[in-house]
């Protein structure tokens, strides 16, 4: 590995265990308080934020690969495939859960624990987004590029679940909450086939 590599390898590694450390705790909460509430929108925030540690599992094999060349383009395939696949599965629990909840019309209670994680996902994901797209950029990495635009999707989700979910709680159009899921779809779907077909939002500036 050069020199000039190294340290934005290991800054990286750092990255991904915050990543995997917050979207660990966004997870448990967003899940817990979707559940309770019987929010769509938060139930499929806190799937997309599991999704996002496993993500970042990924990417961390990913970064530990970069002294091997070999080693490097392989984790790049697979990471790709995996961040996609998880992304469509995703897609598919939220379009089932979003419509159920519509057509039986079930009214979601209102959650200040799920706002609380929402608001501050919607500060702290931007921030490591722009952050790892560096890293990618500068590793010449479109494997990691998909990752950091997972967490760049993060953000999107947690301003469109907050929207849903605020409405639900301020003025009780309870319908907010999963149009607000069903909202999320275009994004998701769009990064799960770009990761399938091993494309990320990673510019010509990725390229090795």
């Known amino acids: 590995m050069s020199t000039d590599r190294t340290p934005l390898v290991v800054r990286g590694i750092r990255l991904n265990y915050l990543t995997i450390g917050y979207n660990t705790v966004e997870a448990v909460v967003s899940l817990a308080?979707?559940?309770?509430?019987?929010?769509?929108?938060?139930?499929?925030?806190?799937i997309d934020s599991a999704i996002e540690v496993t993500a970042a599992g990924a990417a961390r094999v990913r970064l530990r690969a970069d002294k091997d060349p070999v080693?490097?383009?392989?984790?790049?395939?697979?990471?790709?495939?995996?961040?996609?696949?998880?992304?469509?599965?995703?897609?598919?629990?939220v379009l089932a859960d979003a419509t159920r909840s519509l057509w039986l019309r079930e009214p979601p209670e209102s959650s200040r624990v799920g706002l609380a994680i929402l608001a501050l996902s919607v500060v702290v994901?931007?921030?490591?987004?722009?952050?790892?797209?560096?890293?990618?950029?500068?590793?010449?990495?479109?494997?990691?590029?998909a990752d950091a635009a997972q967490t760049s999707l993060c953000a999107y989700l947690s301003l469109i679940a907050l929207a849903g979910v605020g409405l639900n709680a301020l003025v009780g159009w309870w319908w907010a909450d999963p149009l607000a899921a069903i909202a999320m779809l275009p994004i998701i779907v769009k990064e799960g086939l770009a990761g399938i077909r091993g494309h990320s939002s990673c510019n010509d500036s990725c390229a090795n």
């Not at 308080?33 to 806190?46: E, K, M, P, R, T």
């Not at 392989?74 to 990471?79: F, L, M, V």
């Open 71 to 93: 080693r490097r383009e392989h984790s790049e395939r697979w990471t790709h495939r995996l961040i996609g696949g998880s992304f469509l599965l995703l897609a598919v629990y």
């Open 125 to 145: 994901m931007p921030l490591l987004a722009r952050a790892k797209r560096k890293v990618a950029v500068g590793l010449g990495s479109g494997a990691l590029a």
């Open 33 to 46: 308080a979707g559940l309770i509430a019987g929010s769509v929108a938060l139930v499929s925030f806190g």
